[in-house]
């Protein structure tokens, strides 16, 4: 690793002579508070080659990506250190030198673009502004360059899509959309700050294959900051492990994925989910829980939205047994109709045609027995009441009156989902994510429930946290005999929890059986779509993957 000094930081040029490296980090420090995030972390990047961060939450990874723009001035972080990016001095910048370079010598894509785009502009006026603000241009011709970028990041019809607005995009645009925003200028560098996290695996491999292509075409830096290994394997020359701000490991990707030196390292690598890998026992098998008692089921659910010419069915005729102790896997892209599926099973959602049946009877309306872990806890907590206030909601809403008997029982979910029972008083916003869905699991558990309806439980934590979230699931089953219906996007970590997997696309389940058939030999065109989309840790196989589905485009 460099050490940060001048010499160091130079490379040859090929006639001869040094040059500077796009980016230069020595010995950067940030600090919030008494809180350091960043502790003496030096690297550099060179001119059209790729690094990725990774580390779990609050490793500093995206600290470091918003102190190469600056971003940390003015907001009271003390940053130490030297940081420079395209010859940028950032840290003795003026505030009209950093200007220039964000956006137009470095770009930055964020992790959620709905909160990086302005609801109320068309999507292409806000491109052009990028372009206005760097180049001087004429309003035409920045909205010619943002039809045209909008077209080079694979939006189809990108003249009429540039006046559409953020909300008339998926999830999958819209991180298009950003990248076109990102290279309007044509940048050195683009630091992607987990771009993928909240995408399908389909959309997550066009997205990492874009940023490869790009690359190849531009010549342009990468600085990816992920959680996810995988997606590292994918896009990335080098890798450099953080955690608690400092760097573990820093290596070419194939050494780090394929024989990791520190201990860190390998445990990180060992709670990624593996795809390839069998489920390492059934709940059911291994304790006698999983029966053929059917708790609950679906026939022939439909639900419809929309009026008219737009109405249109996000479940169209689906029918599924839940038994007493199994996990059931719901796996497909977004708007394939898993988490509407999840609805109608928890009752949040009456069905348009067809029926729920809990123990053989058919139900309609929330019930105690069938309760809901939802994909992000943040919006399903009331930032206003103490977590142990949401999780007695289901005592209250059972009639239980006595506040000691409630409290008690409360405290006992909250020990028994691995969280101190003193945190009864604390807010939401004083958790980690994972210990936010720790709590979204004792709230289900408070109504004693014999099914949970896990809605992408862990797509928005890192793999360890994610491990951990699962392991707790796991356990809880085994001992309380749930069933579980586990809705994700992710296939590794539903092959890795669950004993049957259902495939839907469109509506409906296109392919269903026991997991290890599924994954292993695979049916329907579209499952094998998905598993072909899933990351790969070993950056050979990653590479054949995309130059396979380069060849599939092409075709």
Same mark, same amino acid.
Not at 297 to 325: H, N, P, Q, W, Y
């Given at each position: 690793?460099?050490?940060?000094?001048?010499?160091?930081?130079?490379?040859?040029?090929?006639?001869?002579?040094?040059?500077?490296?796009?980016?230069?980090?020595?010995?950067?420090? =940030?600090?919030?508070?008494?809180?350091?995030?960043?502790?003496?972390?030096?690297?550099?990047?060179?001119?059209?080659?790729?690094?990725?961060?990774?580390?779990?939450?609050?490793?500093?990874?995206?600290?470091?990506?918003?102190?190469?723009?600056?971003?940390?001035?003015?907001?009271?972080?003390?940053?130490?250190?030297?940081?420079?990016?395209?010859?940028?001095?950032?840290?003795?910048?003026?505030?009209?030198?950093?200007?220039?370079?964000?956006?137009?010598?470095?770009?930055?894509?964020?992790?959620?673009?709905?909160?990086?785009?302005?609801?109320?502009?068309?999507?292409?006026?806000?491109?052009?502004? =990028?372009?206005?603000?760097?180049?001087?241009?004429?309003?035409?011709?920045?909205?010619?360059?943002?039809?045209?970028?909008?077209?080079?990041?694979?939006?189809?019809?990108?003249?009429?899509?540039?006046?559409?607005?953020?909300?008339?995009?998926?999830?999958?645009?819209?991180?298009?959309?950003?990248?076109?925003?990102?290279?309007?200028?044509?940048?050195?560098?683009?630091?992607?700050?987990?771009?993928? $996290?909240?995408?399908?695996?389909?959309?997550?491999?066009?997205?990492?294959?874009?940023?490869?292509?790009?690359?190849?075409?531009?010549?342009?830096?990468?600085?990816?900051?992920?959680?996810? =290994?995988?997606?590292?394997?994918?896009?990335?020359?080098?890798?450099?492990?953080?955690?608690?701000?400092?760097?573990?490991?820093?290596?070419?990707?194939?050494?780090?994925?394929?024989?990791?030196?520190?201990?860190?390292?390998?445990?990180?690598?060992?709670?990624?989910?593996?795809?390839?890998?069998?489920?390492?026992?059934?709940?059911?098998?291994?304790?006698?829980?999983?029966?053929?008692?059917?708790?609950?089921?679906?026939?022939?659910?439909?639900?419809?939205?929309?009026?008219?010419?737009?109405?249109?069915?996000?479940?169209?005729?689906?029918?599924?047994?839940?038994?007493?102790?199994?996990?059931?896997?719901?796996?497909?892209?977004?708007?394939?109709?898993?988490? $509407?599926?999840?609805?109608?099973?928890?009752?949040?959602?009456?069905?348009?045609?067809?029926?729920?049946?809990?123990?053989?009877?058919?139900?309609?309306? =929330?019930?105690?027995?069938?309760?809901?872990?939802?994909?992000?806890?943040?919006?399903?907590?009331?930032?206003?009441?103490?977590?142990?206030?949401?999780?007695?909601?289901?005592?209250?809403?059972?009639?239980?009156?006595?506040?000691?008997?409630?409290?008690?029982?409360?405290?006992?979910?909250?020990?028994?989902?691995?969280?101190?029972?003193?945190?009864?008083?604390?807010?939401?916003?004083?958790?980690?994510?994972?210990?936010?869905?720790?709590?979204?699991?004792?709230?289900?558990?408070?109504?004693?429930?014999?099914?949970?309806?896990?809605?992408?439980?862990?797509?928005?934590?890192?793999?360890?946290?994610?491990?951990?979230?699962?392991?707790?699931?796991?356990?809880?089953?085994?001992?309380?005999?749930?069933?579980?219906?586990?809705?994700?996007?992710?296939?590794?970590?539903?092959?890795?929890?669950?004993?049957?997997?259902?495939?839907?696309?469109?509506?409906?389940?296109?392919?269903?059986?026991?997991?290890?058939?599924?994954?292993?030999?695979?049916?329907?065109?579209? $499952?094998?779509?998905?598993?072909?989309?899933?990351?790969?840790?070993?950056?050979?196989?990653?590479?054949?993957?995309?130059?396979?589905?380069?060849?599939?485009?092409?075709?």
């Amino acid at each position: 690793m460099s050490s940060g000094s001048p010499v160091e930081n130079l490379v040859k040029s090929p006639v001869g002579g040094l040059v500077e490296s796009l980016v230069e980090v020595s010995d950067l420090t =940030v600090g919030f508070g008494s809180l350091r995030a960043v502790d003496g972390l030096s690297f550099r990047l060179e001119k059209g080659a790729a690094l990725a961060l990774v580390g779990e939450s609050g490793s500093g990874k995206s600290t470091v990506a918003s102190a190469l723009l600056g971003l940390h001035r003015g907001t009271g972080a003390r940053v130490g250190g030297t940081v420079k990016v395209a010859g940028v001095d950032v840290q003795e910048a003026s505030e009209n030198e950093l200007r220039r370079l964000r956006g137009g010598r470095a770009a930055m894509v964020f992790q959620d673009p709905l909160s990086s785009l302005d609801p109320y502009y068309a999507v292409g006026d806000q491109i052009a502004e =990028v372009y206005r603000v760097h180049t001087k241009a004429s309003r035409r011709a920045a909205r010619a360059r943002a039809a045209d970028v909008l077209d080079r990041v694979g939006v189809a019809d990108a003249v009429r899509k540039a006046r559409a607005r953020p909300h008339e995009f998926s999830g999958g645009m819209r991180q298009r959309a950003l990248i076109a925003m990102a290279l309007a200028c044509e940048p050195d560098l683009l630091i992607a700050d987990e771009p993928t $996290t909240a995408l399908d695996v389909t959309v997550q491999a066009q997205i990492l294959d874009l940023l490869h292509t790009l690359r190849e075409e531009t010549g342009m830096g990468l600085l990816l900051v992920t959680h996810d =290994v995988g997606v590292a394997a994918e896009s990335v020359d080098d890798v450099l492990v953080m955690r608690h701000g400092r760097a573990v490991e820093h290596a070419p990707v194939g050494d780090v994925l394929g024989a990791p030196r520190e201990t860190y390292t390998r445990e990180l690598l060992g709670a990624v989910p593996r795809v390839d890998v069998r489920r390492a026992g059934s709940p059911g098998v291994t304790d006698g829980a999983l029966t053929n008692e059917v708790v609950l089921e679906a026939v022939g659910l439909r639900r419809e939205f929309g009026r008219g010419k737009r109405r249109f069915a996000a479940v169209d005729d689906v029918s599924l047994t839940i038994r007493r102790g199994e996990t059931l896997g719901v796996v497909g892209e977004s708007g394939s109709g898993k988490t $509407t599926l999840g609805r109608m099973l928890v009752g949040l959602l009456e069905p348009t045609a067809g029926s729920v049946r809990y123990e053989g009877a058919e139900r309609s309306g =929330v019930s105690p027995a069938v309760q809901m872990v939802f994909q992000d806890p943040v919006s399903s907590l009331n930032p206003r009441r103490s977590v142990g206030e949401s999780i007695a909601d289901p005592l209250r809403a059972r009639g239980e009156r006595d506040e000691e008997r409630i409290r008690a029982r409360v405290r006992e979910l909250l020990e028994r989902v691995g969280l101190e029972p003193a945190h009864h008083d604390r807010y939401p916003h004083e958790f980690s994510g994972g210990q936010r869905q720790r709590v979204g699991i004792a709230r289900a558990l408070a109504a004693d429930p014999r099914v949970i309806v896990c809605d992408e439980p862990v797509s928005a934590l890192d793999v360890t946290t994610q491990a951990q979230v699962v392991a707790l699931l796991g356990e809880l089953q085994r001992e309380l005999g749930l069933a579980l219906v586990f809705v994700a996007h992710d296939l590794a970590v539903v092959r890795q929890v669950s004993d049957r997997v259902a495939v839907m696309r469109r509506g409906r389940i296109v392919e269903h059986g026991p997991a290890d058939e599924v994954y292993e030999s695979p049916r329907d065109p579209y $499952t094998k779509q998905l598993l072909a989309a899933v990351p790969a840790l070993d950056p050979a196989v990653a590479a054949r993957r995309r130059a396979a589905r380069r060849e599939l485009a092409a075709a």
